[in-house]
T-cell receptor, first 110, second 115 residues
Framework: GESVGLHLPTLSVQEGDNSIINCAYS??????FIWYKQESGKGPQFIID?????DKRQGQRVTVLLNKTVKHLSLQIAATQPGDSAVYFC?????????FGTGTSLTVIP | NAGVMQNPRHLVRRRGQEARLRCSPM?????VYWYRQLPEEGLKFMVY????????ESGMPKERFSAEFPKEGPSILRIQQVVRGDSAAYFC?????????????FGPGTRLLVL
């Protein structure tokens, strides 16, 4: 079956620095990807998505990069703030069922 | 515009009891998904439903678990004869159901504790 994994389970960054969270996926047929943010005790919150016909998409302070050749996805957060501290999941799908990675825990150091 | 609502937020059951978890999708959404999350783990897909139909239940355990999304009212995830291993956070998500590649919006989850 599909597997979505993250390279680093934890990441600590200084406030104001940029953060990069990586994700590897195994299903080359996946054509839609989403990054979610989950704060402690809450449900996942949509951050940004990207379709397989794109390799980059930007939002407010966030950028998602997709490299289909190596099946790699990354989330870049600019000027990381304490409120960005959370677990970040990538999710992939070929249709309606999403497959989630284990997540990366981001800690922002003031 | 209220988001996805789940209740109860916390549920404690003793082994052998039944657990009923409810999910009301966002207004205008007709697709509902249930996921289970164990501590320090990612979300595991359980079931995908449309109104009165189960579309994909490939992630549901074969026994004791069932789900429904009636024409009226919330979606229900039912766990019969709960065991300690059922303790987890159960999240519901919804999407509009108008096409492929739809973003799923999540509820706050129900945290089930089986004693």
């Amino acid at each position: 079956g599909e597997s979505v994994g993250l390279h680093l389970p934890t990441l600590s960054v200084q406030e104001g620095d940029n953060s990069i969270i990586n994700c590897a996926y195994s299903n080359s047929a996946s054509d839609y990807f989403i990054w979610y943010k989950q704060e402690s005790g809450k449900g996942p919150q949509f951050i940004i998505d990207i379709r397989s016909n794109m390799d980059k998409r930007q939002g407010q302070r966030v950028t998602v990069l997709l490299n289909k050749t190596v099946k790699h996805l990354s989330l870049q957060i600019a000027a990381t703030q304490p409120g960005d501290s959370a677990v970040y999941f990538c999710a992939e799908t070929t249709g309606n069922q999403f497959y989630f990675g284990t997540g990366t825990s981001l800690t922002v150091i003031p | 515009n209220a988001g996805v609502m789940q209740n109860p937020r916390h549920l404690v059951r003793r082994r052998g009891q039944e657990a009923r978890l409810r999910c009301s999708p966002m207004k205008g959404h007709s697709h509902v998904y249930w996921y289970r999350q164990l501590p320090e783990e990612g979300l595991k897909f359980m079931v995908y439903l449309q109104k009165e139909n189960i579309i994909d239940e490939s992630g549901m355990p074969k026994e004791r678990f069932s789900a429904e999304f009636p024409k009226e009212g919330p979606s229900i995830l039912r766990i019969q004869q709960v065991v300690r291993g059922d303790s987890a956070a159960y999240f519901c998500a919804s999407s509009p159901g108008q096409g492929s590649w739809e973003t799923q919006y999540f509820g706050p989850g129900t945290r089930l504790l089986v004693l």
